[in-house]
């Protein structure tokens, strides 16, 4: 069902401010607070290395990633990557149906506020040079649907795509 949400935005064009966008999300991704991102793809190197930075430095972090990501070599070396660091990482598809793409780019961190971010931009290497955008913002609804999304996605994934799972059993929450 819509909803509305009353907050103060901050916006990002892409690529003209890729710097400042890029600022933003690795400060708030080494925010010590529970993190969700869902994303059809995350393949950028860098951002991977801060991910299990991130992780390391005691971040709770839950990723969804599409299963289109999974098919390619190098892609799936990144998601065993951040598997093998200890990172929760689900793989999977639409709750339409499988084979549909899960096309979501965004991310969530919990706090007071929480902290919001959504927009058009893929992380991968093409998708911080491309016309994208990102919006920025601070919403106890948003976030509050956003990881109720994750938490569906995920239960689905491991219900219905358990062979396309990189983890070895399931995350904390999720019942098979």
């Known amino acids: 069902m819509p909803y509305t949400i009353t907050s103060e935005v901050t916006c990002y064009l892409i690529p003209e ?8 999300f690795l400060k708030h991704l080494h925010n010590p607070e529970e993190t969700w991102i869902i994303a059809s ?7 991977i290395i801060e991910l299990i930075a991130a992780h390391t430095n005691g971040v709770p972090l839950h990723l969804y990633l599409d299963h289109s990501q999974a098919s390619g070599r190098a892609d799936k070396y990144q998601i065993n990557r951040l598997s093998n660091a200890g990172i929760e990482v689900t793989i999977g598809t639409s709750l339409v149906g499988h084979g549909d793409l899960s096309h979501t780019k965004g991310m ?18 093409s998708g911080w040079h491309a016309v994208d ?11 509050g649907r956003f990881v109720e999304e994750f938490r569906a996605l995920r239960q689905h994934a491991w219900e219905r795509e358990r062979s396309l799972q990189v983890m070895k059993s399931p995350p904390a929450g999720v019942v098979v």
Do not use: K
């Open 133 to 143: 955008m990102a919006m920025v913002f601070c919403s106890r609804e948003w976030h």
């Open 41 to 47: 793809e995350i393949s950028i190197v860098s951002v």
């Open 17 to 24: 401010e890729r710097e400042a966008s890029t600022r933003e």
């Open 108 to 125: 969530v961190v919990d706090g007071c506020p929480p902290w919001c971010w959504a927009g058009s931009l893929n992380f991968t290497g």
